[in-house]
């Protein structure tokens, strides 16, 4: 398995600009986090899927970030237009439920620099 | 709001050395679990606690689940250079709410 992949690992984009980030869940789970990680917060949920639609999109910071989840095997990040504040590492994870509980796999992030 | 609190913030010891990292909270959670986030890299699930007092071991590491299930400790037997990392503490309540500590930044010395 290859595991929760993300795409570009790193970008890096003038404020002002489109931004959008890739995310290709474990197939086989039915459930898709984004997170944001600064220092100065940790890990924030910006966003969870389940079953392809959103459930709680509360951790959205302002109408210039969405997300979409079009089928099981790819979602999108999209920031416009994108601010040096929102500079930080994004997560996507995807869980599944089983008899031992709740497992969440993490890719490896895309670290977002906005100059 | 629920909190999780870790501590310490930052620990750096020698190879060898024994270690023990904290989380704490005044919240009840259904479960409890670990990850270890190396640099450049996503967070990489440890371990999960799910009873209150429960004791889980994996090779050098223990971890456990306060009989309230309001905290839990990770502690490192011999620490290696291995073990080095970003440890974080993650309370799960309902069927996906997870709350966040801020993390243990643990650095061994070879």
């Known amino acids: 398995d290859a595991g929760v992949i993300q795409s570009p690992r790193h970008e890096v984009t003038e404020m002002g600009q489109e931004v959008t980030l890739r995310c290709k869940p474990i197939?086989?789970?039915?459930?898709l986090f984004w997170y944001r990680q600064t220092m100065m917060r940790g890990l924030e949920l910006l966003i969870y899927f389940n079953n392809n639609v959103p459930i709680d999109d509360s951790g959205m910071p302002e109408d210039r970030f969405s997300a979409k989840m079009p089928n099981a095997s790819f979602s999108t990040l999209k920031i416009q237009p994108s601010e040096p504040r929102d500079s930080a590492v994004y997560f996507c994870?995807?869980?599944?439920?089983?008899?031992?509980?709740?497992?969440?796999?993490f890719g490896s992030g895309t670290r977002l620099t906005v100059v | 709001t629920q909190l999780l609190e870790q501590s310490p913030q930052f620990l750096s010891i020698q190879e060898g050395e024994n270690l023990t990292v904290y989380c704490n909270s005044s919240?009840?959670?259904?479960?409890l679990q670990w990850y270890r986030q190396e640099p450049g890299e996503g967070p990489v699930l440890l371990v999960t606690?799910?009873?209150?007092?429960e004791v889980k071991k994996l090779k050098r590491l223990t971890f456990q689940f306060g009989d309230a299930r309001k905290d839990s400790s990770l502690h490192i037997t011999a620490a290696q250079p291995g073990d080095t990392g970003l440890y974080l503490c993650?309370?799960?309540?309902?069927?996906?709410?997870?709350?966040f500590g801020k993390g243990t930044k643990l650095s061994v010395i070879p």
């Open positions: 993650v309370g799960v309540a309902g069927s996906y709410q997870l709350t």
């Open positions: 919240s009840v959670f259904s479960s």
């Open positions: 197939s086989g789970h039915n459930s």
């Open positions: 606690v799910v009873t209150g007092g």
């Open positions: 994870a995807s869980s599944f439920r089983s008899d031992r509980g709740i497992g969440y796999t």
